[in-house]
């Protein structure tokens, strides 16, 4: 689809709040729309006259002026271009009017996305491929720079859609070796350095939780390790850590066939993390950024590692494995380590499908968070509030990095008796291995994927979360 500022066409859409009295289109269509229809301009709300002989104008909501936020201005956008499409309309214009406290900018930011959201399917393996009419969008504007804030949403969006489609992808496909290939495709020609270790070298640093992880596979891991360092390598880094376990069986802790049916999505947090520093490096943001993903599959076989093992980190912490299927803290062990020992990070952010916990808790609309370091992550909520991505904090207390110590090891990598509240054991069990470097670490489990309808905008499938957090937050940090 493309996007440019441009001339009124034929057919238009005006996005307005609660309460318009839809000055901008004919007297006869707002008298119809009002006083017919009883159009009130809520969220997502529609007034459609399209056709011959008429005003050719799709009419979408806002909401209420008090609680509008850019993120409406997705939504309303994204509504509109869907009813576009269903009209078979193949271009149209858009008016850019801000309204309440969102800016000029941020409305049309915010619109283009919509339209870009509606613009995404994922169709590898289809034979018959998703075709959207709408194929041209032209926006209705005088910000100085339009072009430029166009633009950089657009690549924000496709970054968003490079995750989406390492998530969907399924694991007879993407698997350790095939994610470092292509993430080493996707950065060629770039300033990006990147660097693989394989299974050898895997060996040679001492990265020992994530080969317990992969033995049971036949397939090697790896750990990605991308570097963009545009202020130079003396500078401190933001690492972005991604659990990348690209399939999860449970290993020995065998999931029922429900359980593992989405568990090709495993490696959500490495495929948001690659996607995040897509759009960092594609919209040339001045901060050094490395990403740091562990993959691997957690499979079973008679290499497999078992509940009842000892195995040793990174960080030379041993750990009893009470639970094969709490495999994805073993391999962020190794990594966090990595990252905050190995790297000069002044922040370490990590994503990762990491517990079915926090879907009970929060849902599949709300990211968990969980932080050492309270300032920071009141940085990346303020982030995630500006992407329209939600986001609720749960408390690592005292009583948790208590219950994850071990017995027979150093730590346990998951509780014996259940105690409820697992999401937060397995934060306490990360926190052990940053080395007090400022954290923040987002459970995805429930949001990276929807097994059914998606969220507002997002489609079916992988979401693409919290790649617009991400973005966010690593282009406003000091
Ligand atoms: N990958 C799963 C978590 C998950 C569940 C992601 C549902 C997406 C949807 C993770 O490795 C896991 O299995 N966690 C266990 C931990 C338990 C054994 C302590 C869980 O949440 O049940
Ligand atoms: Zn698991
Ligand atoms: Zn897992």
Same mark, same amino acid.
């Given at each position: ?93 858009? !008016? ?20 870009? !959201? ?96 992969? !033995? ?176 609720? !904090? ?85």
């Amino acid at each position: 689809m493309k996007i440019n500022v441009g001339e009124q066409l034929s057919t238009t859409v005006y996005l307005v709040p609660e309460g318009t009295k839809l000055e901008m289109i004919s007297d006869e269509a707002a008298q119809y729309a009002l006083n017919h229809l009883k159009f009130k301009g809520n969220l997502n709300e529609k007034f459609i006259y399209l056709g011959p002989n008429t005003d050719n104008i799709v009419v979408v909501g806002l909401g209420h002026l008090d609680h509008l936020t850019k993120d409406h201005y997705v939504q309303a956008a994204y509504t509109a271009a869907k009813i576009l499409n269903e009209q078979k309309v193949e271009s149209t214009s858009v !008016q850019i009017k801000p309204y309440g406290t969102v800016d000029e900018k941020n409305t049309l930011q915010g619109i283009t996305e919509g339209f870009l !959201q509606a613009d995404y399917s994922f169709d590898t393996y289809k034979k018959e491929k998703t075709k959207y009419s709408l194929t041209s969008v032209s926006l209705l504007t005088d910000l100085k720079n339009a072009q430029e804030a166009i633009e950089e949403v657009r690549l924000l969006l496709e970054a968003v859609n490079v995750t989406r489609d390492l998530v969907n992808t399924p694991a007879n496909d993407l698997y350790p070796e095939t994610l470092a290939n292509k993430v080493t495709d996707l950065f060629k020609d770039t300033d990006v350095q990147v660097e693989i270790f394989d299974k050898q070298a895997l060996e040679e640093l001492g990265a020992k939780a994530l080969l317990a992880v992969s !033995q049971g596979s036949s397939k090697e891991p790896r750990m990605l390790v991308l570097k963009y360092l545009p202020l130079g390598d003396e500078e401190p880094v933001i690492s972005l850590v991604g659990k990348g376990v690209t399939y999860d069986s449970g290993g020995y802790a065998i999931k029922s066939a429900k359980g593992m049916s989405t568990m090709k999505t495993d490696m959500a947090g490495a495929g948001a993390m690659i996607g995040a520093l897509h759009a960092i490096v594609s919209n040339n943001i001045q901060q050094n950024v490395v990403c740091v993903i562990g993959a691997t599959e957690n499979l079973i076989s008679g290499e497999a590692f078992k509940n009842g093992d000892i195995i040793h980190t990174l960080k030379g912490t041993t750990i009893e494995v009470i639970n094969t299927d709490a495999e994805g803290r073993l391999v962020l062990a190794d990594v966090l380590y990595y990252a905050a020992t190995k790297l000069n990070s002044k922040y370490i952010i990590d994503a990762a499908t990491l517990t079915g916990a926090v879907i009970a808790a929060l849902g599949q609309n709300i990211t968990g968070t969980m932080t050492n370091d309270q300032s920071f992550l009141d940085k990346v909520t303020a982030a995630s509030k500006t992407a329209g991505e939600d986001m609720w !904090q749960l408390p690592i207390t005292p009583e948790f990095r208590e219950k994850i110590k071990g017995n027979h090891a150093d730590l346990i990598n998951s509780s014996i008796n259940f105690v409820g509240a697992g999401t937060i054991f397995a934060a306490a069990f990360l926190e052990h291995f940053v080395e007090d470097v400022p954290w923040v670490h987002l459970d995805i489990a429930g949001t990276s994927y929807a097994s059914s309808n998606g969220n507002k905008y997002l489609p079916k499938g992988a979401s693409g979360i919290p790649v617009k957090t991400l973005y966010e937050f690593v282009k406003n940090v000091k």
